[in-house]
């Protein structure tokens, strides 16, 4: 029996090894670091010296911050909600749809999430080009006629990368709702129906209710998601000018990898690190609570 | 919607003649769907199109749907004077060692975890836990500083080590070989078989069809990431595929034939990933978000 243990433990030990290492080395170690290179003055390789919260009192008095967090905030107000919903209505869509016309329709919009941020890029690049781009056609008759570059112009540069971002992402939103409505027994709409309850009323009454875990669900990945948002944003500004519509996670790569302030990039990288936590526990908590009522 | 409130049955006398003209609207949402379908598929139809036009053919005003003659010397230009081949050969080796670890890791682990009784199996699951809270974005710096300790920027190992941090395929894998019966790991046992034995022929074999699906999406999750590979990967022979094309377009100028042949070599792979298995992405991405829950 002891034996028995014993060679329980060396087999669990040896198993659960890599995954100790792997995690220990590149999750436990760099977080427990990141915290410490924070309370330093030093550049992104080399040693530094303590400065206690000296770098945290720069950053939140640092205007870009603030235009860092707001643009973040802007762009998941931008897209969360507005995903969610679209998401939602498509999957409703697709979900009445049978055969070969749903596989197609679901492919259709699925595709797009299982591509490489860059070819998203490059695609919506072209597509928005000031010069030769499809969308100058929309564009122009709203302009007086003159095209206008939707990425150098500074007040649509965050709806346009929201309505990419939408697109490239919905498939996967769609996806979780498609499977939250399967859940949904017809049953229960065949009652409505014998009830003469319209097809609004069965959505509010029914589907809504019914699926609400899953909004929840889709609500709380995005958040989390979008409040990490740098690829597409950093893509979109290249050759433009880039502060005004810098987001968080571009601000600590400025700070590190472009000014050399390893110590001050560890610090916004930390503030970004506590705010995902307590929103994603906050939010968390808030929707499982509406869910139960 | 708004056809369907014209339809709402009142009385059940009305109910039959309102079922024909639910048919009738349905018939319409659906001809809606498959346009937004449609819609939804064009930006990536219009790169493929445009990447097999000539230069002058693409600035040419006008919507050309198709090319006036199938022109691939925009992949020619590509494959010549880029090192996307050399890129090809990074994401190919990355992506796939990368899928590699994540699966013999997470298997291992969760293995251990499902089946096996030893001291710091807590401790293991809070790591987990904690893993799902941290945005690895806010971890850039430390993990380019730990890997510049390591010597191993601009290597295949300092872009794979970081991206081997994947928790939820541990989960659902615990969840999977918690679903085993446990005669099978007796009789198993019975014959003299170890735990790895146990591990490799009959755990992981039972559960083929999750490992092929959580393969697949990692390899694609790998293939497309992007921070991290643009900051350890700097030099253009140490880059991947994604990376590449957005590192090299000022190079070629406003040449968007060539610019969307780059995009369509780049999500190429995963798109072809993606529509020879559908059915195990889809499943692997379900499984995966309902960890997230």
């Not at chain 1, 659960?16 to 792997?22: D, N």
């Not at chain 1, 939140?60 to 998401?87: E, M, Q």
Request: aromatic share 14%.
């Amino acid at each position: 029996m002891i034996r028995d243990k014993r060679s329980e433990y060396l087999a669990a030990l040896i198993l659960v090894g890599p995954f100790v290492v792997i995690y220990g080395l590149l999750f436990v170690w760099p977080t427990i670091q990141m915290v410490m290179l924070s309370f330093t003055d030093a550049p992104l390789i080399g040693p530094g010296e303590w400065v206690g919260i000296e770098n945290y009192v720069e950053i939140l008095t640092h205007r870009l911050f603030r235009n860092a967090t707001w643009n973040t905030a802007y762009f998941v107000l931008l897209t969360v909600v507005p995903n969610t919903l679209v998401s939602l209505a498509i999957a409703m869509a697709v979900n009445r749809l049978k055969g070969w016309q749903q596989g197609f329709v679901m492919a259709c919009f699925f595709l797009p999430y299982i591509l490489p941020v860059s070819v998203v890029y490059l695609t919506w690049n072209w597509i928005i080009d000031v010069q030769y781009g499809l969308v100058q056609y929309i564009v122009r008759p709203f302009n007086g006629g003159e095209p206008m570059s939707l990425t150098r112009t500074i007040p649509f540069f965050m709806p346009t990368v929201a309505v990419v971002t939408i697109w490239w992402t919905l498939g996967f939103n769609v996806l979780l709702f498609i499977a939250g409505l399967r859940n949904i027994s017809p049953e229960i709409y065949e009652a409505a129906s014998l009830d003469s309850a319209g097809r609004w009323r069965q959505f509010r009454k029914i589907t809504w209710p019914l699926i609400w875990p899953v909004t929840a669900l889709v609500l709380t990945i995005q958040l989390i998601a979008q409040l990490k948002i740098f690829d597409q944003v950093y893509l979109f500004s290249i050759g433009g000018r880039q502060d005004p519509t810098i987001v968080l996670v571009q601000y600590i790569y400025k700070l590190a990898f472009q000014q050399n302030k390893g110590g001050e990039g560890a610090a916004a990288a930390t503030l970004l690190f506590a705010m995902i936590i307590i929103l994603s526990v906050l939010q968390y908590q808030a929707l499982r609570a509406r869910g139960e009522k | 919607m708004s056809s369907e409130a014209i339809t709402r049955p009142a009385e059940s006398a009305a109910r039959l003649k309102g079922d024909r003209l639910i048919d009738f609207g349905g018939l319409a949402l659906t001809i809606v769907t498959l346009g937004f379908a449609l819609m939804a598929i064009f930006p990536v139809y219009w790169a493929v199109v445009t990447s097999f036009k000539s230069e002058t053919e693409v600035i040419a005003s006008g919507i050309a749907l198709w090319p006036s003659r199938i022109n691939t010397e925009a992949y020619e230009h590509i494959w010549t004077n880029t090192n996307i081949g050399i890129w090809y050969i990074n994401s190919f080796v990355t992506s796939t060692l990368i899928t590699a670890g994540v699966i013999v890791s997470s298997a291992g682990c969760a293995y251990a975890l499902s089946q096996l009784d030893f001291p710091g199996r807590r401790l293991i699951y809070v790591l987990i836990l904690a893993c799902f809270m941290v945005p690895m974005q806010a971890l850039i710096i430390n993990h380019f500083v730990l890997m510049a300790q390591f010597k191993l920027l601009n290597s295949w190992a300092g872009i794979i080590l970081p991206q081997l941090i994947v928790p939820v395929t541990i989960i659902v894998y615990k969840q999977f070989f918690d679903n085993v019966p446990r005669e099978f790991r007796e009789a198993a046992q019975m014959d003299g078989a170890g735990h790895f034995k146990t591990l490799f022929r009959i755990y992981l074999p039972m559960n083929w069809g999750i490992t092929s699906a959580l393969a697949i999406i990692t390899f694609i999750g790998a293939w497309n990431s992007f921070l991290w590979p643009f900051l350890a990967a700097t030099g253009e022979a140490t880059m991947t595929v994604p990376v590449g094309i957005t590192q090299v377009k000022d190079a070629y100028g406003i040449v968007y034939a060539r610019q969307m042949a780059s995009a369509v070599m780049a999500g190429l792979p995963v798109a072809v990933l993606y529509l020879i298995f559908q059915r195990r992405v889809t499943q692997a991405i379900m499984l995966s978000a309902g960890v997230k829950g």
